[in-house]
């Protein structure tokens, strides 16, 4: 069967620049890019996790922040989920696009508890970000991490999770423990290592218009979002032994879970 791998190369902090400063140089604004970017991820948020309940992100002072701000108002307002601000430092002290982001949310010294699924944005900390985490961000994950063990909160990181690094992939002390991270625009290097698979979660990949570009092409991703293939139209007389026979070579009877896994991938590729 004819079919057509478009992988998705990974890329570094430096790359990731490069692609956004690219497009601002080809006419983009900063704000709009991350106006698609936060469209995105909500609508990202909202196909993942269709169970609506409460939301709540945890934001510090950078570009980071004003993303997860416009996907919680996605969340509220094309998916209907109930949504709350918990921010590490004064509105006064964030950066001038996140502050353009929050509009009618007001941030909150604590939360109520309430019925439902609990999700939490991580918004905390983003690319930019070295080390381990200190101080009010600190604070914050600690309350974030009290949920997901306490209130069974899924955590959801808005790019990659507070404390690891997106090229290294090190997971510094008092990270974030995520359960899904949504990468937005590309897929991270460091993000895409074993190491950081304890922080990482279920990684997910959000394409946004306008930041395609190269990346590393030593690393890449594969994911639905970056295949494209399809089966050619079959006459109606069409029969299985037609299709051709795929002979599974697998290790063990004890384990087959390999075996099973190739074999449900070949009836499903027809």
Not at 185 to 192: D, M, P, V
Request: charged content about 20%; aromatic content about 4%.
């Amino acid at each position: 069967m004819p079919w057509q791998n478009d992988p998705m190369k990974a890329v570094t902090v430096a790359q990731m620049r490069a692609i956004e400063a690219k497009a601002m140089a080809a006419g983009v604004p900063e704000a709009e890019l991350m106006q698609r970017a936060g469209d995105a991820l909500g609508q990202a948020l909202g196909r993942a996790f269709p169970e609506i309940g409460s939301a709540v992100a945890y934001i510090g002072k950078g570009h980071n922040a004003g993303d997860a701000l416009i996907a919680l108002r996605v969340l509220r307002d094309e998916f209907g989920w109930d949504v709350a601000v918990r921010a590490a430092f004064p509105v006064d002290e964030w950066s001038q696009l996140s502050r353009e982001q929050l509009g009618d949310l007001v941030p909150t010294d604590s939360l109520a508890p309430r019925p439902g699924p609990l999700l939490l944005l991580d918004g905390l900390l983003g690319i930019g970000a070295q080390g381990a985490p200190r101080g009010a961000i600190s604070e914050l994950i600690a309350e974030m991490e009290h949920l997901r063990q306490t209130r069974g909160a899924v955590v959801a990181a808005v790019d990659l999770p507070t404390g690891t690094d997106p090229d290294s992939g090190e997971i510094y002390p008092g990270a974030v423990t995520a359960d899904a991270t949504f990468m937005i625009a590309a897929a991270k290097c460091g993000l895409l290592m074993g190491r950081a698979v304890g922080a990482t979660g279920a990684l997910h990949l959000v394409p946004v218009d306008g930041l395609e570009g190269d990346g590393d092409a030593n690393m890449e991703l594969i994911a639905p979002q970056t295949m494209s293939f399809g089966k050619s139209p079959r006459t109606f007389d069409f029969h299985k032994g037609k299709a051709g026979r795929v002979a599974i070579v697998a290790g063990s009877r004890r384990f087959t879970g390999a075996a099973l896994l190739a074999t449900l991938g070949a009836i499903r590729a027809g």
